[in-house]
């Protein structure tokens, strides 16, 4: 245990890290260590813990993070990036677990998801790995949903689109969707006091009116995303993909330990990611090419095979529309599959999936979670 042991906690009190502090209290888990708060902008300042009144410190001083035995983060890039070289380059050698992306791809870090890769968690440990970074959150969703069928080595390749929620952006993004609400519902609420099918269409054009004007509040996500979508999500990268269709792909690969030589090539996936004016959840659409003939029965069963967090939805419209939708998931750790489909294309096996999880807790919160558990249990 690490009951000596200091860990610093930055990027608490934005949404994943609300969370994660709301799952490690009910686990009773700030009983193994000695917890230490940072902030970017609030140090100095007390807030309350565990009855107890905590000092906040400044996440930006390097004197204090050094004597730190592990860092646990979800401060974002920027941070990371600014922080994490600095303490490396005094010869800091504590455990730096990481939700931001900026780290994930270095030889010297670990991508983090131990119902999936325990066994190179234990091996990197081994090894003397010291950063471990929590993978994007889709790409957890997709292994927590399909690692039945990774394992048995039964998928060639994927097509997916993800819809993801409003708070994959952010608490700043998620709260100008609460905005754009407020103010759309503002433009158009004397019209919901009269006869609103006689004015549908009005009511229509003045919404594409306000939403197409300088008017709403758009300066998080660029356009509305209330009554709409945005397919683009990051920074443009090669072949037109967007950064988070990029992450899919690599991501996935490094986790899966896949080298892209002859005997273990790549699974190709290929996306499309989109945000959408969903608060929480995201939502994913599978086309699964198979390397094998194999019944929906034994599809499901081996969705299922050691995996606690699936729950499959069966496939007909009562379940579909009250199940497998993010107001059934949000704020659980089950992620619901369904809409389950095989046929054939040109005699070649497809499958086309459903899957609904929580990205806040898959995609970001339980890998952390767990991988600081993993930490002080072994210490």
Same mark, same amino acid.
């Given at each position: ?42 140090? &100095? ?118 819809? $993801?929620?409003?708070?994959?952006? &952010?608490?700043?993004?998620?709260? !100008?969707?609460?905005?754009? /609400?407020? !103010? ?40 509305? @995303? ?17 950064? !988070? ?9 490094? /986790? ?48 299922? @095979? ?15 529309? $009250? ?9 659980? @750790? ?24 929580? $990205?806040?807790?898959? &995609? ?16």
């Amino acid at each position: 245990m690490l009951k000596n042991k200091k860990i610093g906690f930055i990027g608490w009190r934005g949404m994943v890290g609300s969370v994660l502090l709301e799952r490690m209290i009910s686990k009773k888990e700030f009983k193994n260590f000695f917890p230490i708060f940072f902030s970017t902008s609030q140090h &100095g300042k007390y807030f309350s813990i565990l009855e107890q009144n905590k000092l906040i410190e400044n996440a930006f001083d390097i004197n204090k993070l050094k004597k730190l035995d592990i860092i646990v983060t979800c401060q974002g890039s920027k941070y990371t990036n600014y922080i994490h070289p600095q303490l490396r380059q005094l010869g800091w050698s504590g455990y730096w677990i990481d939700t931001a992306s900026s780290l994930r791809m270095r030889k010297d870090s670990l991508i983090v998801l131990d119902p999936i890769n325990k066994i190179s968690i234990n091996h990197a440990l081994s090894n003397g790995i010291k950063n471990f970074i929590v993978a994007n959150c889709t790409v957890c969703l997709m292994l927590m949903t399909l690692n039945g069928l990774f394992k048995k080595n039964l998928i060639d390749h994927i097509s997916m689109t993800t819809y $993801q929620a409003a708070s994959g952006a &952010g608490s700043n993004n998620l709260f !100008e969707l609460f905005i754009q /609400i407020k !103010e759309l519902y503002s433009v158009i609420k004397k019209e919901l006091n009269i006869n609103i099918k006689k004015n549908i269409l009005s009511i229509e054009k003045k919404i594409n009116k306000f939403m197409r004007s300088s008017k709403i509040t758009k300066k998080a996500f660029g356009e509305p @995303l209330i009554g709409s979508l945005i397919p683009w999500i990051g920074k443009k990268m090669p072949q037109n993909q967007t950064y !988070e269709e990029w992450k899919c792909h690599v991501e996935l690969n490094k /986790i899966l330990n896949r080298t892209g030589t002859k005997n273990n090539p790549f699974i190709s996936i290929n996306s499309i990611c989109v945000r959408v004016a969903t608060f929480r959840c995201h939502s994913q659409s599978f086309f699964i090419k198979l390397n094998k003939n194999i019944s929906i029965n034994k599809i499901k069963e081996l969705l299922l @095979l050691d995996n606690n967090w699936v729950k499959i939805i069966p496939n007909n419209s009562k379940d579909t529309i $009250q199940k497998l939708t993010p107001t059934a998931v949000s704020g659980k @750790l089950i992620i619901h599959v369904g809409r389950l489909r095989k046929f054939k294309i040109k005699n070649e096996n497809y499958l086309s999936v459903f899957s609904v999880g929580d $990205q806040i807790l898959w &995609g970001s919160v339980e890998p952390l979670r767990r991988m600081l558990r993993i930490l002080y249990l072994k210490q």
